[in-house]
């Protein structure tokens, strides 16, 4: 194989963990835009899902990657095992925003971002202490195929997992952009207190950006499943990071700064990886954080400033 | 009747404990603390308990660290564990035989110091490191804190969440450097053989009771440190920082040097017990230094109280003794009644290995329900009685005092010039050329319609917003480029339109931060305490009860009480009291009568021509006429960013454009 062959297969996977970056980060997104609080939970909210989705897949009688689906059975299993996983995700993140961060509102200072530590410390551990410190194996109902375009192989899970994480940053535009709430939504991240005597119920709104980012998450968890067969109370940490790094190359608070953030540190990853060291890779994406903040603290798209007036 | 016997006794325990000195009382509990801690070993003469106790020593030390950057400067800092990797690595490095590298002339004086010995190996001699452990504990306090700045000076612009997640960023990849370093540090497998500390010839070897010891002097240091750094001008300053941000550049603190202060020092504690901690196990590896260690001592502070340094130590001593003791304890407990009620999963219950979840549970629960942890580091103060909340209110100002006059004072010419002033925000014109003199001893007002540029104005004059074009000239010096702190230096002081005091520091702290740029002392100076120190601090204290003194009864007895819990028109005092602490030649006061009622409206006015009167040049933006034309020598319009009017207050008042400008056409043609 040619270097150019790697590299553009080394393109192909940054893609796949680019949707699924971008997926995660659309939650500190959303979050951050109304609240401007770095939802530390979220991390570990993406962990405890990637076991939802791996139970749902039990359930249905998959283990492993021994049973292979195809046609109507396939999609029908991953509409459930989506389904599940994001509104299973989706009622968690609700549940942090409910019993952690609504008593908070208001408080000054650092008190919610350090509750949202606890919650995920609390999520991390729960995990750990029920299901154990090992990897699990993923069941993974999706047949192998694969396509061969020059050097390039690309495979169905690949297509599958760009697929929907297209439809549901569409879907997530047309809420923002069309409806009532998602306008609510629009107009509490640029001023709560205007949206508030507008008649905006703010709370409504809180929960609903949870909600949205948390159902995003456990989207991306079940990809995180689906692609690399296993599945670790560890993976939040990582994978979480990222994501925030992407929210904010993307510019915290911008929907689009999420999407199209996730898809470069998803690249940056496979491809630093390959043209430097693996073992590097967080090296890496950590630099690209700390430069973004400290040169280009919007991002791309961002409106919402990180520096201190 | 009956309430007054139920009084009795409580009256009566007050007053006896009442009667022993503060000190004394701080005295006495120190000694007895003291006293515990060196006896510990020869009550409890188990090795297992004693090691427990040096390894809680190493967390309290950890958390007095951590309380310095998240208590008292209020940077949360999530990696903290990175410097105490950092402390601990360089002393494994520096002591054991990981680290080889070939001899070579370099190394001459470095074994001339007994740093390094000179070994014959089979393809050349190698370098083996022996750097003693007192050597290296401050040597890996001045490492851990160069680390500190070094991760600090890029980061510690940004709002303090992005802080939490860079520094969570740094304390990921120290771990993943000493993962990836096998050559210094054996990698994930992690460094052997570190050598024990040796005292006067005595191996430390691996019993607990040295460790012990050193663990306590270096808790004791740490304590005295936090203790004396707290409460003086460089604590006042980090918890301004911490309190608000803009506020405290206003007051002269420099925000940058100052966080970078408390990021350096609280590095150094780290690195400084990482040296002991790694001493003492005689072993790192990469794991020991994880994100979970940093989410330990952040939930030890936060379980003490965060800003208290007896709470923070409390806390770590706590959790750490729960941890080793207790919940072994309990755990037998569970599986005894497991037993005896016959429910299996009671006897297999290991409450140890779920600690990091109960970690977890009690950070959230402090969070919810108690913020201020176990031993708040704010004090309750008790309230005024009846007679004390009686004020006098008193008309016609106050007589002069030392505290306002300052030595170089000029009677005539410009003390303030702006010249062809704009300011911009994106395309939004805020300010176009604006032309602006205050002469010294005068009082200008500034007047306009809301959102004319008036409070633009002052945040561009002190620095607070940046200059599009123009020139400000303060005593004939350009000061347009001037950082916030450095205007305060000159001689500007303001207040804020929407009041930004220290509301969770006591009147006094807020009025003495105003001293900050007047007064001397640095962190040195704090820890030693040398007798200039003390008299600059005394005599600080006495300026401020002094200028609290100008508004009668009404701060002054309050000078214990927190800022936040203050009334409105108490507030407004105490921020021109902070202003003035600072020794101004020039006072901004943006709306300084706002929602004060009539009586005190004067009162204050009076003040102010008070303070006009003792030598001080007034620039001040008052929506009440009346004030204006009271105190007022001249009046400048703004409208829409413009200067439409000036002049004395009569004539300004009937100018047609000022009159549309407030008022709207039809009024100035009627």
């Given amino acids: 194989m040619s270097d150019y062959g790697v590299l553009l297969q080394q393109v192909v996977n940054g893609l796949s963990l680019g949707a699924m970056y971008a997926l995660l980060a659309l939650g500190f997104t959303l979050v951050y835009g109304i609240l401007e609080l770095i939802n530390f939970a979220h991390f570990n909210v993406f962990m405890v899902s990637s076991f939802v989705g791996m139970w749902a897949l039990e359930l249905l009688g998959i283990s492993g990657q021994s049973r292979v689906l195809t046609g109507f059975a396939l999609a029908g299993t991953l509409l459930f095992a989506f389904g599940v996983t994001m509104v299973a995700a989706g009622v968690l993140g609700v549940a942090v925003e409910r019993l952690s961060l609504r008593p908070l509102r208001g408080v000054r200072g650092t008190a919610a971002m350090i509750t949202t530590i606890g919650v995920s410390y609390i999520l991390f551990n729960a995990i750990l202490l029920t299901v154990g410190a090992g990897s699990e194996n993923y069941p993974n109902p999706l047949p192998v195929v694969r396509w061969q375009f020059g050097e390039v192989t690309l495979e169905l899970k690949e297509l599958l997992i760009w697929g929907i994480a297209v439809a549901l940053m569409l879907a997530l535009h047309f809420f923002v952009s069309r409806t009532r709430l998602g306008k609510a939504m629009r107009a509490t991240a640029q001023d709560a207190e205007a949206a508030r005597m507008m008649g905006v119920d703010v709370d409504r709104v809180i929960v609903t950006a949870f909600f949205l980012g948390s159902a995003l998450a456990g989207a991306a968890a079940l990809i995180f499943g689906l692609y690399y067969n296993y599945t670790s109370f560890i993976i939040g940490y990582t994978a979480g990071l990222r994501a925030f790094t992407a929210a904010v190359l993307g510019g915290i608070g911008s929907i689009p700064g999420a999407m199209i953030g996730g898809v470069l540190i998803g690249l940056i990853e496979t491809l630093g990886g390959h043209l430097i060291a693996v073992r590097w890779t967080d090296v890496i994406i950590f630099s690209i954080l700390v430069l973004v903040l400290v040169f280009a603290p919007t991002g791309l798209f961002g409106r919402a400033t990180p520096t201190k007036s | ?670």
């Fill in chain 2, 1 to 670: 009747m009956r309430s007054t016997l139920a009084a009795l006794p409580r009256v009566w325990t007050t007053s006896l404990f009442a009667r022993v000195p503060a000190r004394t009382r701080t005295r006495v509990g120190t000694l007895v603390i003291a006293a515990a801690a060196l006896l510990f070993p020869l009550i409890n003469s188990n090795d297992a308990d004693i090691d427990a106790a040096a390894n809680a020593l190493a967390f309290a030390a950890l958390a007095l660290g951590l309380n310095i950057v998240v208590g008292f400067a209020g940077l949360l800092d999530l990696g903290y564990a990175a410097f105490f990797a950092i402390g601990a690595y360089a002393y494994g490095v520096a002591s054991s035989w990981q680290w080889h590298p070939e001899w070579s002339s370099f190394w001459e004086p470095f074994r001339w110091l007994d740093l390094v010995a000179r070994y014959h190996q089979g393809g050349g001699d190698v370098v083996h490191f022996q750097v003693s452990f007192w050597l290296m504990l401050p040597l890996a306090a001045a490492i851990a804190a160069f680390f500190g700045v070094l991760f600090g000076a890029p980061t510690l612009r940004l709002k303090g969440d992005y802080l939490a997640i860079v520094t969570l960023g740094f304390g990921e990849i120290v771990p993943i450097v000493a993962r990836n370093t096998p050559t210094i540090t054996n990698g994930a497998m992690g460094l052997n053989g570190v050598a024990a500390p040796q005292f006067f010839g005595y191996d430390f070897g691996v019993d607990a009771t040295p460790y012990y010891y050193v663990g306590v002097a270096l808790v004791a240091v740490l304590i005295l440190t936090s203790l004396r750094l707290k409460d003086s001008r460089v604590g006042r300053a980090w918890m301004a920082i911490r309190e608000d941000e803009i506020a405290a550049a206003a007051m002269g603190v420099d925000r940058v040097r100052f966080k970078l202060l408390a990021f350096a020092i609280g590095a150094a504690f780290a690195g400084a017990t990482g040296t002991f901690y790694v001493a003492k196990l005689q072993t790192a590896t990469p794991e020991m230094f994880m994100f979970p260690v940093s989410v330990m001592v952040l939930v030890m502070i936060v379980f003490g109280g965060i800003g208290s340094v007896w709470g923070v130590v409390v806390g770590a001593l706590v959790l750490q003794i729960l941890q080793s003791w207790f919940l072994e304890d309990l755990s037998q407990w569970l599986h005894a009644l497991g037993r005896f009620a016959g429910i299996d999963w009671l006897q297999h219950i290991e409450l140890a290995s779920s600690i990091e979840l109960i970690f977890g549970v009690i950070l959230v629960l402090m969070m919810l329900y108690r913020r201020e942890g176990l031993i708040p580091a704010t004090r309750h103060v008790r309230a005024l009685s009846v007679d004390e909340q009686n004020v006098q209110v008193a008309r016609g100002g106050f007589d002069p005092v030392r505290a306002i006059t300052s030595s170089d004072r000029r009677t005539d010419g410009p003390l303030l010039e702006v010249a062809d002033l704009n300011v911009r925000f994106g395309g939004l014109v805020a300010l176009r050329a604006v032309e602006l003199v205050v002469p010294v001893q005068k009082v200008v007002a500034v007047i306009g319609p809301n959102g004319s540029g008036k409070s633009t104005l002052f945040n561009t004059i002190t620095g607070l917003l940046p200059v599009h074009t123009g020139d400000i000239r303060f005593a004939g010096e350009e000061i347009g480029r001037l950082r916030p702190h450095e205007v305060l230096y000159q001689g500007i002081a303001r207040t804020f339109q929407n009041i930004r005091l220290f509301p969770d520091l006591t009147v006094l702290e807020n009025v003495m931060i105003g001293m900050h740029a007047r007064l001397a002392t640095g962190p040195v100076g704090a820890l030693l305490r040398l007798p200039a120190n003390r008299r600059e601090e005394e005599a600080a204290r006495e300026r401020a009860c002094e200028i609290l003194s100008l508004f009668g009864n009404r701060l002054l007895p309050r000078a214990d009480h927190l800022a936040g819990s203050l009334s409105y028109a108490n507030r407004r005092r105490t921020e021109i009291a902070r202003a003035l602490a600072s020794q101004p030649k020039l006072l901004l006061l943006d709306e300084p009568t706002a929602g004060m009622n009539p009586a005190e409206t004067l009162e204050l006015a009076d003040q102010i021509q008070s303070l006009n009167h003792y030598g001080l040049t007034v620039l001040l933006i008052e929506h009440k006429l009346d004030v204006v034309a009271m105190l007022a020598d001249k009046v400048i319009v703004l409208d829409h960013g413009e200067k439409i009017a000036e002049g004395p207050p009569e004539t300004v008042r009937r100018d047609e454009e000022v009159i549309r400008a407030y008022l709207g056409r039809s009024a100035a043609l009627a």
